[in-house]
Nanobody, 125 residues
Framework: HVQLVESGGGSVQAGGSLRLSCVAS????????MGWFRQGPGKGREAVAG????????YYADSVKGRFTISQDNGKNTVYLQMNSLKPEDTAMYYC???????????????????WGQGTQVTVS
């Protein structure tokens, strides 16, 4: 089965940058969706970004458009989240997520994500 391991979180000042990584193991087929979600203090989990592993589309929450970029390295089965111009309100636990079904193509449909990593903390002050 698919497992996800995140890394790259940390503390940064407002205006700074971080890059999160998520390594996926156990993928049997190509295709599917991978993405990032976050949960801030006292808040519910929200979608941040997603992509189609076949490279046909990327999707972003309005709150991060123009600041965050999701990308992948299929050779390494790794998805990245480059976060620039960070704000204090970006402080959250960030989770990598996946829907590994090869039939999944609309990766901006957030409820489809059904596999989760353990999370990595991002703190912006």
């Amino acid at each position: 089965h698919v497992q996800l391991v995140e890394s790259g979180g940390g503390s940064v000042q407002a205006g700074g940058s971080l890059r999160l990584s998520c390594v996926a193991s156990g993928y049997t087929y190509g295709g599917g969706c991978m993405g990032w979600f976050r949960q801030g203090p006292g808040k519910g989990r929200e979608a941040v970004a997603g992509l189609n592993k076949r490279g046909t589309g990327t999707y972003y929450a309005d709150s991060v458009k123009g600041r965050f970029t999701i990308s992948q390295d299929n050779g390494k089965n790794t998805v990245y989240l480059q976060m620039n111009s960070l704000k204090p309100e970006d402080t959250a636990m960030y989770y990598c997520a996946a829907d590994p079904s090869p039939k999944s193509t609309t990766c901006g449909y957030w409820p489809r994500y059904n596999i989760w990593g353990q999370g990595t903390q991002v703190t912006v002050s």
